[in-house]
């Protein structure tokens, strides 16, 4: 299955990761649940992992300024002289915390994954919850949004792009392209009413206007011919 679906729960803030894993287990029992659970979740690291090379500027300048945060501390312990081994082995820790640049992003994901999920509420604007929450997370909120946006079917656009064959079938093939134009745009007018529609009256006035339609233009092509 894509992942990408699971991706997306995971996005939600009334499930999270906790409910992801949760149904794997109560679909395919616990061994093949925290498998597919443990695929689910590295393929998001890996995800984000990405999203945070695309975001390597931003982190080179936080870098940058850690650096010069932790040079200033170096500094500050050297001339006090209570530097000690404690010490150094922490700024070792912040001058490669500052290097890798990613030690900050993934504590923001595993932040957004520990913190207690929204109360269940159907009216809940995830992508509004999300802009709000963009200074927290600000590169969550790019996946976010990008994941979210993926449409879980390609159904909806094969059916916008089939329309004139369901419309142009073998048996109306001789309709002229203005006729078809005119049975599209009907179409949609009778999808958007809001009484009932009568299918089978709404066939009769369409066949009699198609014969109407046909015997206009034969009386024109006769006119002309003349």
């Known amino acids: 299955m894509n992942k990408m679906i699971f991706i997306a729960c995971v996005f939600d803030p009334r499930f999270k990761f906790d409910y992801v894993a949760f149904v794997f287990l109560r679909m395919y029992g616990e061994e093949k649940g925290e498998k597919m659970a ?7 690291i890996t995800l984000f992992d990405e999203y945070q090379k695309i975001n390597s500027k931003i982190s080179k300048l936080a870098s940058s300024s850690s650096t010069s945060s932790i040079e200033t501390l170096e500094a500050l312990s050297i001339n006090s002289g209570s530097t000690h081994k404690g010490t150094l082995i ?37 992508l509004l ?58 179409q949609d007018w009778l999808r958007k009413e809001s009484s009932p529609v009568k299918i ?9 206007l198609e014969s109407d339609f046909r015997t206009n233009n034969e009386k024109d092509s006769r006119v002309t011919n003349v």
């Open 38 to 44: 443990d695929q689910v979740k590295s393929y998001m």
């Open 90 to 126: 922490q700024q070792e820790y912040l001058r490669h915390k500052a290097k890798s640049g990613r030690i900050d992003a993934k504590t923001k994901l595993d932040k957004y994954l520990g913190e207690e999920i929204e109360v269940a509420n159907e009216s809940l604007d995830i």
């Open 129 to 186: 919850w999300w802009k709000v929450n963009s200074p927290i997370f600000p590169i969550l909120d790019e996946m976010a949004r990008d994941v979210l946006a993926i449409p879980i079917s390609n159904v909806a656009s094969e059916s916008a792009f089939s329309t004139g064959g369901r419309v142009l079938d073998s048996f109306r093939s001789s309709l002229t392209p203005k006729l078809v134009q005119t049975l599209v745009c009907l």
């Open 200 to 208: 089978e009256e709404d066939l009769n006035n369409l066949e009699r």
